[in-house]
């Protein structure tokens, strides 16, 4: 296999943008996974299993967040994803997850953010440099403002680089 050294971000590939999903009408959670599940699905970033593990683990381990703009970051098992990235979506009407780690309480999400991630040890540092983004509502509120893809996508870069900035010098 040719080594990938050409990208001089290659360590901070988890956080790439593979999907970017503006204004994502949805009935329910299992109605927004499936939508972005069928796009990683096209793209062939993840695997056939890749759905029905999300949904699952979805159902058993609940990502909503109670952030200031509640957020999912729904996710699958790495031996699901061939290829890592960010999957993100803003919701035209917030749609109940569960929440995260609680006894059945529902978070009515806006945003959702989904670590594509292929190495386990990377997950957890992607997951709290997520965490961390999420705490920022002008940030998070500027993502939900996105009228397109292509915006939403601009935003979220400027972001997610911003946030890798800080994360060099500190």
């Not at 062939?44 to 703009?69: C, D, H, K, N, S």
């Not at 989904?114 to 997520?130: F, G, I, K, S, V």
Request: proline share 9%; net charge negative; no cysteine.
């Amino acid at each position: 296999e040719e080594p990938m050294s050409t990208d001089p971000r290659t360590p901070r590939a988890p956080l790439a943008l593979s999907l970017v999903l503006a204004r994502l009408e949805a009935a329910d959670a299992a109605d927004a996974l499936r939508t972005l599940a069928g796009h990683l699905l096209d793209d062939g970033a993840v695997t056939e299993g890749f759905p029905e593990a999300l949904q699952a683990r979805e159902q058993r381990y609940p990502t909503g967040l109670p952030t200031p703009i509640p957020t999912a970051i729904p996710h699958a098992d790495p031996e699901h994803v061939l290829v890592p990235g960010l999957a993100l979506a803003t919701l035209a009407r917030p749609v109940a997850f569960g929440e995260m780690g609680a006894g059945g309480g529902q978070v009515p999400v806006q945003l959702l953010a989904m670590p594509l991630l292929t190495d386990a040890r990377e997950h957890l540092a992607a997951l709290q440099r997520l965490m961390a983004l999420l705490q920022d509502e002008q940030a998070v509120a500027a993502l939900l403002e996105a009228e397109d893809a292509e915006t939403l996508r601009a935003r979220a870069e400027a972001l997610l680089g911003r946030a890798e900035d800080e994360e060099e010098i500190a």
